[in-house]
């Protein structure tokens, strides 16, 4: 009888709760893509932005949708550790976590550890960005 009953018992599925977390030391960057994701989902309920990615940890257990991740966060702040130094950070304690890498990362390697080893979503910023973004963000929130 157990069988019978986890073959009709569903898992529960997450609660999303409306947050969204973006990683970015380019303010106006930042600022831009958070005023689309605001206006292109409504259902969001919090755009939270970080200038460094260590700011970013501290805050995870408010547990956000998806984190948005450039690969470079030391334009500002020369000592920021990297966006693949933060992911591996966010995977050793939030393995579930939605990660989309946003970066003009050129290096095929960096690129592919972030995609393979660390199961991130990687978008070249460029000016399709937002739009690829936005694809991504349909199918988490």
Known sequence: MNFIKR????T????????????EDNNAYAQSLSAFIKSDFPQTKEVTVFPVGETCIAELDRKPD???IDYFLDSVYKDAKTGLDIIKQIRSTHPEMNIIVLSIQKDME???ESLLAYQC???NKDEKAFGLVASLLKEIL
């Open 121 to 123: 979503s990687y978008i």
């Open 66 to 68: 998806v984190i948005i």
């Open 7 to 10: 073959l009709f018992t569903t």
């Open 110 to 112: 960096v690129v592919t």
């Open 12 to 23: 529960p599925v997450a609660t999303k709760t409306g947050i969204v977390f973006i990683v």
